[in-house]
């Protein structure tokens, strides 16, 4: 069964850091599938946060996280990781990847065809 399985989420100090993970199960991320990770906060449209090409590893970051996040992969565990750092209250969303087969040097946002059910980042004091 084709699937995503995000989980590092939790509740989380401002100014604090957290590992997102995104495993992937019944396909091999690197057969050219780029990922990118989204949130959506309560009663707000879901947006972009980053992406990380299938092909050489490029990555992209929305200017709300730029500077404060890293996106990775590790082919050998077939996960995409998001390391968040400096989280703010307004970070506070279920965040989702999602997979396409894209062998572009550019991540982009557009056109998934495999999502996962999210995890929930809570930035509270």
């Known amino acids: 069964q084709v699937q995503l399985v995000e989980s590092g989420g939790g509740l989380v100090q401002p100014g604090g850091s957290l590992r997102l993970s995104c495993t992937a199960y019944g396909f091999a991320l690197e057969d050219g599938y780029a990922i990118g990770w989204f949130r959506q906060a309560a009663g707000k449209e879901r947006e972009a946060v980053s992406c990380?090409?299938?092909?050489?590893?490029?990555?992209n970051y929305t200017d709300s996280v730029k500077g404060r996040s890293i996106i990775w992969r590790d082919n050998a565990k077939n996960t995409v990781y998001l390391q968040m750092m400096s989280l703010k209250p307004e970070d506070t969303a279920v965040y989702y990847c999602?997979?396409?087969?894209?062998?572009?040097?550019?991540?982009?946002?557009?056109?998934?065809?495999?999502w996962g059910t999210g995890t929930l980042v809570t930035v509270s004091s």
């Open positions: 999602a997979a396409k087969r894209s062998w572009s040097s550019q991540c982009d946002y557009y056109g998934m065809d495999v």
């Open positions: 990380i090409s299938g092909s050489d590893g490029s990555t």
